[in-house]
């Protein structure tokens, strides 16, 4: 059975999204603060974290952004408030999705679904690797190597990376990414999108790549230019 781990420091709500997540099949596995949290994020194969924002010891984002250095778990942020600032973060550090309290079991696990039928059809329809100069992409284990050089990203910074590079100076306007890579519900701020290219940038340049690089085409947005 797959395994979900519900992290929130609020027991009741903790223990009626258990019992809707066993209702959907998954072994569930509890956590009430932040630290317990991590420890069982690292120590056990989930197939879905739900992890709240405010926790004691250490807050959701923090966990988040802690997990997402070794591992591509889907992760879903749990909120008490709707600040856009808040969303924008948790998916700035690598959440897949977000959720405002108050909310129903039921769309909790509607978005869950939502959310792992999304990385299935992604993991179906694309290739896994590609390759081009000195550049390669390996989306089966997150990885990106420049002249064999491992270069360290992000989830979101690999596939947005993977997204340009796979439509060679093809034009993505930041609402493409946006939808593609955030999902066509999310309201975020399109700074996000320049904020994860500034940092993919950063990494990038840190090895030399010549014959190809990540261009803003002002006005418009981002492609991945072959340079002759």
């Known amino acids: 059975m797959p395994k979900i781990l519900i992290a929130d420091d609020n027991r009741q709500i903790v223990s009626v999204l258990a019992e809707y997540a066993k209702a959907e099949g998954y072994t569930v596995t509890t956590a009430f603060d932040g630290p317990n949290a991590l420890e069982k994020a690292r120590g056990t194969d989930f197939a879905m974290i739900l992890l709240d924002v405010m926790m004691p010891g250490l807050d959701g984002f923090e966990v988040c952004r802690r997990i997402r250095e070794n591992s591509n778990v889907p992760i879903i942020m749990i909120t008490a ?12 550090i690598g959440a897949d999705d977000y959720i405002v309290k108050p909310f129903s079991p039921g769309e909790v696990m509607a978005r869950v679904r939502a959310v792992l039928r999304r990385i ?24 990106t190597k ?32 946006l939808d593609s890579l955030w999902g066509f519900d999310y309201y975020g701020d399109l700074r996000t999108v320049d904020s994860h290219i500034r940092r993919l940038r950063a990494k990038l340049n840190a090895v030399a790549h010549d014959g190809w690089e990540i261009k803003t085409v002002w006005g418009v947005g981002y492609k991945f230019e072959v340079i002759p």
Do not use: C, S
């Open 81 to 92: 408030r709707g600040e856009d600032y808040e969303r924008i973060m948790g998916l700035d």
């Open 120 to 143: 299935t059809l992604e993991d179906d329809d694309k290739p896994q690797v590609f390759i081009h100069g000195n550049l390669t992409i390996n989306l089966n284990e997150y990885i």
């Open 146 to 177: 420049i002249d064999g050089i491992p270069i360290p990203l992000t989830k979101k910074e690999l596939e947005i990376l993977w997204t340009l590079a796979t439509n060679k100076n093809k034009v993505f306007t930041r609402e493409n990414l």
